[in-house]
């Protein structure tokens, strides 16, 4: 990735959580917001919209973390979805931060951390 071009993080999930790390990215120099996915197409578009001039919005997942410009995925959904939209993520090849709990047993996380670990992933 060529300096000049910013570190794009995709955020699954735009709830109350999800502004804190917004805030964080933009107060980051050579950092940005580069992809909002949400369940309500509504409320990611109005996401994007406060916390990034030119995020990516929209409800397709696989369409975000197929963006070029998305380097890492932050997902802050409701807890019964983070496994999958990690998952996704890392089969992407991307590198993912999740909000805790990653998931609800060490059966359901083995599996995540063994993807991220045979993918080179963080």
Sequence with gaps: MPSSEPFGWALVGPGNIARRFADAV??????RLAAVVGRDAARA????R???VDAWHGTDLSAALARPDVHAVYVSTPHPWHASAVRAALEAGKPVL???PLTPSAAATRPLVDLARA????
Excluded: N, P, T, V
């Design 50 to 52: 406060e916390w990034s």
């Design 119 to 122: 993918q080179g992933l963080f």
């Design 98 to 100: 999740c909000e805790k």
């Design 26 to 31: 933009r107060a980051i120099d050579g950092a």
């Design 45 to 48: 578009a109005a996401f994007a």
